[in-house]
């Protein structure tokens, strides 16, 4: 067997696609610009790149961006101030802060001081229990990518076994929260799990998202089975030349493609859907705000 590559690139440009023709027709009928502001502190090199990725983006479908770029001094006091402004501000319907943040910086008072309904991270404790009490809420962005993919792959999910492996708040919990609310049977897995290739395998969807490069091998599958693959692990690759990595998600691609029915490669998978799905929960955001229609599709 060779498995279907979900192509997480492809899939991405069509999600982006889909938020541009709403906020054009937003913009026509309504006279509505959704607008994204995007917070960093420091000088991260990695988060520098994202951020721009972000802001290029959200520019290109139609939406206004904005950014705030902070010292890595910045007092607690300076960035709640920015951030209420920001949850004041009619034109601004996301806020993202983005982390790490500083060590002098409290991750959790500066998420939660976020309104909730801006919060298009969906990290604020708010949206976590509207999330896990199956209300309306705010979803992850990389969750929420990889329940598109797979509801684009099987149509309905309802009934199948699904194995998390990983319990992160970022993606492990509410992974497992959205496959519950589409009627999977859900198994988290994690570091602790006795015979964890035993549970992986009972799986018609597996989540892989624990941070370990290439740790699901091939006969950890079940035949046929769809693996939705989190990970983005720098490795050495000395058959490239002397200090050169490269990207393998937290599975052995090659071993669990001869297996999978479906899966999703590093890179190229996942990873281009988070900032597609932030662009999306931005524009429901706004949708929300305005009391209009939440785009179909788009949302959980």
Excluded at 74 to 79: H, I
Aim: aromatic share 2%.
């Amino acid at each position: 067997m060779s498995a279907t590559v979900i192509d997480g690139k492809a899939f991405a440009a069509k999600v982006r696609g889909q938020v541009a023709e709403h906020v054009a027709r937003l913009k026509e009928e309504h006279g509505i610009t959704p607008g994204l502001a995007v917070v960093l502190v420091g000088e991260d090199p990695a988060s520098q790149v994202y951020v721009r990725s972000k802001g290029k983006m959200t520019v290109e479908v139609g939406m206004k961006s904005v950014e705030h770029k902070l010292d890595a001094d910045t007092s607690e006091a300076d960035l709640l101030s920015l951030i209420n402004e920001l949850n004041e501000d009619a034109t601004i319907h996301g806020i993202l802060v983005q982390l790490p943040l500083p060590d002098h910086l409290n991750e959790d008072l500066v998420i939660n001081s976020i309104d909730p309904a801006k919060d298009v991270d969906g990290f604020h404790i708010s949206n976590v229990g509207l999330l896990g009490t199956g209300q309306k809420s705010m979803v992850p962005c990389t969750p929420l990518g990889c329940l598109m993919m797979l509801r684009d792959h099987h149509g309905s999910l309802s009934g199948l076994d699904a194995v998390v492996i990983g319990r992160s708040n970022i993606v492990g919990k509410p992974m497992a929260q959205l496959l519950l609310g589409d009627s999977c049977t859900v198994t988290i897995a994690h570091s602790r799990t006795k015979d964890l290739a035993d549970v992986v395998r009972r799986a018609d969807v597996v989540v892989a998202a624990v941070g370990r490069p290439e740790m699901a091998p091939g006969d950890w599958i079940k035949p046929g089975a769809t693996v939705i693959d989190v990970g983005i692990n720098r490795i050495d690759a000395p058959e490239r030349g002397e200090g050169k990595t490269r990207l393998v998600g937290d599975c052995h691609y090659e071993s669990c493609a001869e297996v999978a029915g479906a899966i999703t490669p590093v890179p190229g998978g996942v990873g281009p859907m988070t900032i597609a799905c932030l662009l999306a929960n931005t524009l429901t955001a706004c949708s929300r705000a305005n009391g209009l229609a939440e785009p179909e599709g788009l949302t959980a």
